[in-house]
């Protein structure tokens, strides 16, 4: 039987580091940032696949200690700048290195107040809220992909949320609801419009000017805020505002993802006591629903 080699990558994941930033005139105002950082390369590595000749196969121990090393002589922050340099090394010393996916996820390490000021070097773990960013580079092609990401922030409102007005059919039980719990793990991708971060300099010069910190803020803040201050209709439209809202705010960003399960409480049913309940729920684990969008600005307003 005839077979051919569609595609290949490989590389390293879950490579771990925790660097530590002291700020030079007052070591011990300090900041840290903890990552898993994956690299696959893409390449000229057939003959690897298909005649078992491992000679252009740069070991992905070697990837490993190279993530290390890298992450040792230059600067991680923001982890958008580390893939970017990441990219850049890889496709730089290995001539048969074509491209390289990039990504690193940042544990929400944050300074807590002691006695009313944040302190210099304690940091409490948010988790499992964590930043990303994905980023894929090809040196042949020239072609750049940037998004970064919000992952796991869970919310929740007690009041504030609606859902009627659905279609209703022999299969419908649900009751339209006007008051109800909105529960959810946001899961939000902001991507980078090619046309404005188009190369790994680029990258650089945008995470210079404290871009990427910014939309990153920019992103969460809305999320948060639109969260707690509409009164939703429904998880589709408040995650389609939230999107339109990040574009508005963010120029840089082309497209906005979000991925969103409904975490489903639901009120006991206590008539059989004979309690009148509205206030003491069971979280449902499952099913949940799941909700997904993919928001960009229309092609009439594209710059
Ligand atoms: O915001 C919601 N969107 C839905 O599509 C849906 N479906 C459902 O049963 N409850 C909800 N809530």
């Not at 490989?10 to 925790?18: E, I, M, S, T």
């Not at 890298?70 to 990441?86: C, G, N, Q, S």
């Amino acid at each position: 039987m005839a077979v051919e080699l569609i595609d290949s990558s490989y590389g390293k994941a879950n490579v771990k580091f925790l660097k530590v930033k002291k700020n030079p005139e007052n070591p011990q105002e300090q900041e840290v940032l903890e990552a898993n950082v994956k690299v696959l390369l893409r390449g000229n590595f057939d003959v690897s696949y298909t005649k078992a000749d491992n000679a252009p196969i740069v070991p992905t121990d070697t990837v490993k200690n190279t993530i290390l090393i890298e992450a040792k002589k230059t600067d991680v922050w923001p982890i958008e700048r580390f893939a970017a340099h990441l990219a850049q090394h890889f496709t730089g010393k290995y001539s048969h290195v074509d491209g390289v996916e990039v990504d690193i996820v940042q544990a929400r390490w944050t300074k807590f107040p002691v006695q009313g000021k944040l302190h210099a070097h304690s940091f409490k773990n948010e988790g499992p809220e964590t930043r990303r960013t994905r980023l894929e580079y090809n040196k042949k092609s020239k072609k750049l992909h940037v998004a970064s990401s919000i992952v796991d922030l869970t919310v929740l409102k007690s009041t504030g949320s609606m859902f009627y007005g659905y279609n209703v059919c022999d299969y419908t039980t649900l009751k339209p609801a006007t008051d109800r719990i909105l529960s959810t793990d946001v899961d939000a991708t902001w991507t980078f419009d090619p046309r404005k971060i188009s190369t790994i300099q680029d990258v650089f010069a945008y995470a210079e000017k404290g871009g990427f910190d910014s939309a990153y803020n920019k992103a969460r803040e809305i999320t948060l805020e639109l969260f707690a201050l509409e009164n939703s209709p429904s998880v589709q439209a408040t995650m389609y505002n939230m999107s339109e809202k990040i574009l508005e705010n963010v120029p840089e960003v082309g497209k906005v993802d979000y991925a969103l399960p409904n975490n489903h409480y639901i009120l006991f049913n206590l008539e059989w006591k004979g309690l009148k309940n509205d206030d003491l729920f069971y979280p449902s684990p499952d099913p949940n629903g799941y909700i997904k969008a993919t928001v960009a600005r229309s092609p009439a307003s594209k710059l």
